[in-house]
């Protein structure tokens, strides 16, 4: 479908836009056709109003205060135990390690979803702009967990009978088990690719989503353009080589749009 990049064949494209009436297909011909006055790609855009270091530096650093404070205590330990480190100095370590470790990366695994490869395409009239989210590749097929749901209802059987030779408090865990097996199931779709084209001067759509709005991030070399209902628009991530051109060119384009320098886009 895309003529900016092409994707490996297990990426599908989202045809939301086209089947909704967001955006038409006579409005990608256009931006296809016409020559590319800037073309250039993002590989890890972060798509969120604050930077990734504003978001995952915090987050650190609380998480790094345990294990801080434990790494000194072994360190004492050493030093004052002539080299050796007590049983319960080493393992409380180990645990703050873990526990950091795991914490950090379910948060990272969370987070990274705001991770985007886009590729731009700038013409007379419109921005285009190709937008992949960067998951795991099993995430770019339908996620269908029937299967994992019910081996939980056999898994649950061995459970059963282990809690009922060892302890039956154990039966909470096949409980869980089997409750969990006949929760309603969710099937998600698979992660999918975005097409979208943006006209800088669209007299066919209502002039509340007409671009409207242009607020520039210099921090983080972002442009982010909008209507006044916010159903039109695009988040446009430049490199720090063509910030400026590309500044000045969409406020040639949106002369009558209103103009914001702000600290992070919203």
Known sequence: ????????????????GL??????????????????IFQWTIPHAFDNKYS???????FVSVLGIPLLWSTIYVIYGIINYGGLIPGYMYELYVLFFVFTFFAYGFFYWISRSAYHHIVFKVT????????????????????????FVHFLRWLSVPF????????????AGAAGAIFISFMPIRIDDAERA????????????????????VNIVPKRR?????????????????????????????????????????????
């Open 19 to 36: 089947d909704r009436g967001w955006f038409t297909q006579a409005d990608i011909d256009t931006l296809e056709d016409e020559p590319a």
């Open 52 to 58: 990734a270091w504003k978001i995952h530096v915090p």
């Open 124 to 147: 007379e009239s419109g921005i285009l702009r190709d937008q992949l989210k960067l998951m795991p590749k099993h995430r770019y097929r339908r996620q269908d967990p029937t299967k």
């Open 160 to 171: 059963i009978l282990m809690a009922l030779m060892i302890h039956p408090l154990l039966l």
């Open 222 to 266: 972002i442009i982010h353009i909008t209507s006044d209902n916010g159903a039109n628009g695009a988040t446009i991530f430049c490199t720090s080589e063509n910030f400026e051109q590309i500044k000045e060119f969409v406020l040639k384009k949106l002369p009558h749009a209103k103009r914001e320098h702000l600290l992070s886009y919203v």
């Open 194 to 213: 975005h097409y979208i084209p943006v006209l800088w001067n669209d007299s066919s759509l209502p002039k509340e989503e007409q671009i409207s709005t």
């Open 1 to 16: 479908m895309s003529q900016l990049i092409q994707r490996p064949d297990y990426i599908e494209y989202n045809h939301q």
